[in-house]
């Protein structure tokens, strides 16, 4: 098990197109989350799958971004008609269920929006 | 609501010294805590947890222990090495179905030779 990954590592794009990241997690994990990172700050959660079901999205997340996890494997995040105030790192954790087990997060995504 | 906060960064020691980072919660109910590690260039690692009161984690000579009357998870370790130079993440784990956790704004430390 080669723990998460995540892809592009980076990625610039112009203001006002489509980007789309992806997330591997680790194959046994059932939760998979998403989280967004600006610097000086601690993550903050966007959104998570429990299998292939997306169980809850923060107010954070409007309606630019969407994520996917088809049978319940890996994940895409597409954030439409990107803003620069898009610019973040942009995590990807995977887990089982439960409270007492913590993440395995990916390396990140860092999308910077010009 | 849920929350935590965290002593403002960075924390500049020499090699050897003793580490103390502070971090403490609000939260309903008694939340699983944990320190997470994000060196350069790479993502967060789990370094430790606790999942209840009076629990002690412990990991590469950290150590953080889950006060329920100070609602507090702070981090020590007895000699830090100048590989120890990262940010630490203080979180909990929130007591509702998606687990998701909520984390501090984060502690840089800087360990010089």
């Known amino acids: 098990d080669t723990g998460v990954s995540q892809d592009p590592r980076h990625k610039i794009t112009k203001r006002g197109q489509n980007v789309t990241f992806r997330c591997d997690p680790i194959?046994?994990?059932?939760?998979l989350y998403w989280y967004r990172q600006t610097l000086g700050q601690g993550p903050e959660f966007l959104t998570y799958f429990q299998n292939e079901a997306q169980l809850e999205k923060s107010r954070l997340l409007s309606d630019r971004f969407s994520a996917e996890r088809p049978k319940g494997s890996f994940s895409t995040l597409e954030i439409q008609r990107t803003e620069q105030g898009d610019s973040a790192m942009y995590l990807c954790?995977?887990?089982?269920?439960?409270?007492?087990?913590?993440?395995?997060f990916g390396s990140g995504t860092r999308l910077t929006v010009v | 609501g849920n929350s935590v906060t965290q002593m403002e960064g960075p924390v500049t020691l020499s090699e050897e010294a003793f580490l103390t980072i502070n971090c403490t919660y609000t939260a309903t109910g008694y939340p699983s805590l944990f320190w997470y590690v994000q060196y350069p260039g790479e993502g967060l690692q789990l370094l430790l947890k606790a999942t209840k009161a009076d629990d002690k984690g412990s990991n590469k000579g950290f150590e953080a222990t889950y006060r329920k009357e100070t609602t507090s998870f702070h981090l020590e370790k007895g000699s830090v090495q100048v590989s120890d130079s990262a940010v630490y993440f203080c979180a909990l784990s929130v007591l509702d179905s998606s687990y998701k956790l909520i984390f501090g704004s984060g502690t840089r430390l800087l360990v010089r030779p």
């Open positions: 194959s046994e994990h059932n939760r």
């Open positions: 954790a995977s887990s089982l269920s439960g409270q007492g087990y913590g993440y395995t």
